[in-house]
């Protein structure tokens, strides 16, 4: 291998590892909230491209009847829970959250694809309809079994991604795609061609990142969601309700995986089930973390490119295996890191 | 009309029934107090006052029956409790700490005042404010979750064994801080092993045994019963 070489997979492994950074950082937030280890994440992300590919074509996407269908049926989980709790004053707000603003969302969306929006406003519309997803499988699958273990919560999740894939067939067929460039911009350092695609997505990372620092330490949403994660009884002692934040957490996760599913799209062609190894990669990335801390994770996500990109060009027909096998020496590694910790698990 | 009046409440764990027929009410402005040796049930009512476990029995809060409401909703109604474990935010600061205590506020605009009255009171505090909770001493812990349960503006402060696992000097500083509290108006629901204290800082208290109210009666005739100086205070 040539110091160009491994300049220009360097660089790669850089830019794919910052679409990991984007949907690991999201795992992450959503564990330490909701105890849930979200594996559809890699999901959300590809079906993202799934439906900026249809909006390019000005095709209606399959994002809209998922959408509709996991509405309606949240608004039935909720209204049925609430009667069995006789809220009846709450039934209004569930049909509000649950049924009204996501089918507001698949409306206009619906009513503005003929027209032909340019790109930036495309890609608004791929955002907001992706968005209400990972919300409303939270109520309908996670919120009813919220206090279960996390074994239990992760089952669930397995689950839940397999038959998201199913329903990424059904609603938008087997083909792959790939979207246009979102710059043409290219330019080149020390012999090394740099894309705008590559800037972007580094630059995206970074400023999402930098985004959700400033949410946690700065407001108070922000700081009720790190509460929610250090202590939930004190949070709720605070009159913090963890579905809620749980709600915020699947949000601002979602808008991270679906920036990156956006980001990834012109690079690679993404199918309905491309979201798998995405969503594991970036996994991975959250383990060298801790699935807690967020720095280790970027850093974790980091390395996880760039070594797949080096062990792509090594032997490509095993470069998944290559990073999935570094999690048994990171997970020793981690364990015996965190033999110390025993004594805080009281709190 | 009493600010919080509970009847016949009854609290189990599985099978096992922890609180029995427990009946007490607490008028605006009191401080009562609810005395009982190590595993008589008394953290067990604070949790199902603020709705953390399950009862069965009557309870009401401002006239409006509790069963109705979840324990953040409760928090909401101004009812607020300091656990035993404080359950502090230890990865966050002092001041991070102290501001989530006004999560459930609806008057954003008081609450720089509000935190300026918390660290007149507990300086301490202010002297740390941007230190991680978790590195603070035991005294300066009990404090921060007393600071933190005030920024709530609570109507009905319920404080469960604030002076547990406290060296002496600690301990006097914190009921002091607790008598001061009568000035603002919160009531104070406060539950405790350290009697003495507890009676000389309460206007009525209940004694509370294996589950069951045994006695009860103004804090200053309390304070002078033969049995109970016997059992709980120590002599004299």
């Keep these: 291998m040539t110091p160009d070489i491994a300049a ?25 909230v909701t105890r849930v280890i979200f594996i559809p994440f890699g999901d959300i992300a590809a079906f993202t491209a799934l439906t900026l590919a249809a909006l390019d074509t000005g095709q209606v996407p399959g994002t809209i009847g998922l959408l509709v269908a996991l509405a309606c049926l949240a608004t039935l989980v909720e209204v049925t829970s609430l009667v069995r709790k006789q809220a009846y004053r709450e039934i209004p707000y569930a049909f509000l959250y649950y049924l009204v603003i996501p089918a507001a969302i698949a409306l206009v969306v619906w009513l503005l694809i003929p027209l032909k929006p340019p790109l930036p406003v495309r890609l608004a519309m791929a955002l907001l309809l992706i968005l209400p997803i990972a919300p409303l499988l939270d109520r309908i699958v996670f919120r009813p079994i919220a206090d279960g273990t996390v074994l239990l919560l992760l089952i669930v999740s397995v689950a839940l991604h397999f038959a998201l894939v199913g329903l990424g067939l059904l609603f938008f067929g087997p083909e792959g795609v790939r979207t246009e460039p979102l710059s043409s911009f290219h330019m ?29 330490d700065f407001t108070l949403v922000g700081k009720s969601l790190r509460a929610t994660a250090i202590n939930r009884t004190g949070a709720r002692l605070m009159g913090i309700r963890p579905a809620r934040a ?14 990156s599913g956006i980001l990834i799209a012109p690079v690679n062609t993404i199918f309905y089930d491309s979201g798998f190894l995405i969503g594991l990669k970036a996994f991975v990335g959250a383990i060298i973390g801790g699935l807690a801390s967020y720095p280790g994770t970027a850093i974790g996500a980091i390395f996880v490119g760039i070594l797949e990109s080096f062990a792509s060009f090594q032997s490509s027909a095993f470069k998944d295996v290559i990073v999935f096998s570094m999690l048994i020496p990171i997970l020793i590694w981690r364990s015996l890191a965190a033999l110390h910790s025993e004594e805080e698990v009281d709190e | 009309m009493a600010l919080l009046s509970i009847e016949n ?42 709705g953390l476990l399950k009862s069965k029995g009557r309870m009401e809060y401002l006239g409006q029956d509790l069963a109705r409401l979840d324990v953040e909703s409760r928090v909401g109604q101004g009812l607020c409790l300091v656990p035993e474990k ?19 506020r609806e008057d954003r605009s008081q609450v720089p005042q509000d935190l ?60 002091r801080t607790i008598a001061s ?35 009860s009666g103004p804090a200053n005739t309390l304070i002078h019963d033969e049995k109970l100086i016997a059992a709980y205070l120590g002599g004299h």
């Design chain 2, 181 to 215: 509290l009568r000035e603002t108006g919160v009531s104070i629901l406060l539950v405790e092993q350290n009697a003495r204290a507890a009676l000389e800082t309460a206007d009525y208290g209940y004694v509370i045994e294996t589950g069951e109210i045994v006695q």
């Design chain 1, 188 to 216: 080149e350092i020390a012999g090394i061609m740099l894309s705008g695609q590559t800037i972007l997505i580094v630059v995206a990372a970074i400023v999402f990142s930098a985004l959700l620092y400033l949410f946690f």
């Design chain 2, 9 to 50: 409440v009854c609290v189990s764990y599985d099978k096992v029934e922890a609180v029995h027929n427990v009946s007490l009410s607490i008028e605006a402005g009191q401080i009562v107090t609810v005395i009982g040796p190590n595993g008589a049930g008394k953290t067990t009512l604070m949790m199902a006052i603020i």
């Design chain 2, 116 to 175: 300026e009255g918390v660290f007149e009171r507990f300086p301490r505090l202010k002297e740390r404010r941007s230190q991680m909770a978790g590195t603070l001493s035991g005294g300066e812990r009990q404090m921060l979750a007393l600071g933190r349960a005030l920024m709530s503006r609570p109507k009905l402060l319920m404080l469960d064994e604030p002076s547990l696992g406290l060296a002496p000097l600690i301990v006097r500083e914190i009921f």
């Design chain 1, 8 to 32: 220009i997979l360097g660089v790669d492994g850089i830019a794919t590892g910052a679409i990991y950074v984007l949907v690991a950082i999201g795992t992450v937030l959503i564990f330490t």
């Design chain 2, 86 to 104: 404080r359950e502090l935010f230890h990865d966050m600061s002092v001041y991070d700490n102290l501001i989530l205590g006004s999560y459930s």
């Design chain 1, 246 to 259: 749980g709600t915020v957490a699947y949000l601002l996760g979602s808008l991270m995986a679906g920036v």
